[in-house]
């Protein structure tokens, strides 16, 4: 049943004590929950009936369905901050020590397993029994890419000339193979930037791999919710909001934005008219452009020239249990990732099986039946189990603007939180955090966007608040 249209009205609070979130993924929210805990009256609007932008949960029959499978790692400090806030961490758990089962299914003497696990000593020790052990390069190959990774330490992420070059090149340049590439950096790089190695920025790539996995011995240990999405960043969030006092409204487009003569802002949706301090737009680049008003940026042309990725989720019900682990890696197949999803899903019988293709543009729009045909194969090459089980349902999701494209330059293109017009505020994780597409880039958007709006209200910033350091 649709709602009833709400009259027009015009909503107004004290002044340098409101302001208006537009937009209810991750970063939308945080920043809604960071001014909400500073004293702000906020109130939050969303377009979808939901909360969670391009994280979320839907409903299949009795199965509950992400969009995607999203993970987390340890060096994820932000998000994890983000859980805490919203009490959903015990939901999203680390594994207790790095452990990536990678399968090859391209080998003359058939299906090899190895892994990428840490060992409790310093960096850079942490991988080197690992890398050592690893089945799929050789031992030359093996050699080259400790170089590679010293080397790789060596750089600042934050040097805009790196931005300007690919990292394929780079490795190349560091001895690094073809192989040595699709077997290690790339199984690595795809699914954190969305691009293979010659399409990545190397400044985004430095950073991935220097804070994952030359930091700190755990950086890269990985988490990921036990639940469905939704019951962490809809419900859970929509809880915490709520007890922070702020007005959460769904189904709700904001049409425009204008600086009234008193500086202050209105907001324009369908039903209503919103004045207050401070706006934060926490849309994608495209809706962010199209919302600003003149002179907002210098160049706001740039944010269309901000490319996209796709993602494509390709998700596989069988009659019964064909994996044991609950995710592994892959080589020599189409197949990327595959992820255990039966319990999260509420499958009581049988197991369902989720497979994360990033950088999917050669089948992001392929038909449902031309992917099943593809990939129904190459899982009974890579899951022996799969061979003999019945396939109970197949479907896709597709989110072909899935993140931002970490191509060489796209650094300069993303803007910083703070406009040329006061008041007006970005976040996303498109938005100059030095992340890639992630959500840890997500919630850092929020939290600098709301440090910003602080700033200019004159509120202070509230002690639990995730520290970072906004970008320029």
């Known amino acids: 049943m649709s709602e009833a249209p709400r009259p027009a009205r015009a909503h107004t609070g004290s002044t340098g004590r409101d302001a208006v979130v537009v937009g209810g993924g991750l970063a939308g929210v945080t920043a809604a929950l960071a001014l909400a805990d500073a004293g702000v009256r906020v109130t939050l609007l969303e377009g979808r009936p939901r909360l969670g932008g391009l994280a979320f949960s839907f409903q299949r ?14 060096c994820c400090t932000a998000y994890r901050w983000f859980l805490d806030r919203i009490e959903g961490s015990a939901l999203a758990p680390l594994q207790n020590r790095l452990d990536v089962p990678v399968v090859d299914v391209d080998k003359p003497e058939g299906r090899r397993l190895g892994r990428l696990r840490r060992d409790p000593l310093p960096v850079p020790l942490h991988l080197g029994r690992s890398l050592a052990a690893y089945p799929h390069l050789s031992l030359a190959e093996r050699a ?13 992420p934050t040097d805009p000339a790196l931005d300007d070059q690919d990292f394929g090149t780079w490795l190349a340049r560091h001895g690094q193979s073809a192989r040595a590439i699709e077997a290690l950096w790339d199984l690595v790089g795809v699914a954190t930037l969305n691009a293979v190695a010659g399409d990545a ?8 791999f220097r804070t994952g996995l030359l930091s700190e011995p755990g950086a890269a240990d990985i988490g990921w919710a036990h639940v469905p999405l939704g019951d962490l960043h809809d419900k859970l969030a929509r809880k915490a909001l709520d007890s922070a006092g702020v007005r959460t409204e769904l189904r709700t487009r904001v049409t425009s934005l204008s600086q009234n003569a008193d500086g202050r802002w209105s907001v324009q949706t369908p039903g209503e008219t919103i004045d207050t301090d401070a706006v934060v737009l926490a849309v994608p680049q495209r809706e962010t452009h199209d919302l600003l008003p003149a002179g907002a940026l210098d160049d706001p042309g740039r ?6 990725a796709p993602i494509l989720n390709v998700h596989v019900v069988y009659d019964r249990p064909v994996l044991a682990r609950p995710f592994l890696a892959a080589l020599g197949t189409p197949v990327q990732w595959v992820f255990d999803r039966t319990a999260a899903s509420g499958l009581r019988e049988g197991q369902y099986l989720a497979l994360s293709q990033s950088a999917a543009q050669d089948d992001i729009d392929a038909p449902v039946a031309d992917l099943r045909e593809r990939y129904l194969p190459e899982l009974e090459r890579l899951i022996p189990g799969a061979r003999t089980a019945r396939v109970r349902d197949f479907f896709v999701t597709r989110e072909r603007t899935a993140t931002f494209a970490p191509t060489p330059g796209v650094g300069r293109l993303r803007p910083g939180a703070r406009t040329e017009a006061p008041g007006l505020y970005l976040a996303g994780a498109w938005t100059a955090t030095g992340w890639p597409a992630t959500m840890e880039s997500a919630v850092r958007s ?21 520290q970072v350091e906004e970008a320029a």
Do not use: C, E, W
């Open 144 to 156: 080259s890419v400790g170089r590679a990774a010293l080397a790789l330490k060596g750089l600042d």
């Open 201 to 208: 920025s190397l400044g985004l790539a430095a950073m991935v």
């Open 303 to 308: 944010l269309l020239r901000i490319g996209t």
């Open 61 to 74: 029959g009795d199965l509950t369905v992400d969009n995607g499978q999203h993970v987390y790692l340890r």
């Open 446 to 466: 929020g939290v600098s966007a709301a440090d910003a709006a602080l700033d200019a209200l004159g509120r202070p910033r509230p002690r639990h608040l995730f």
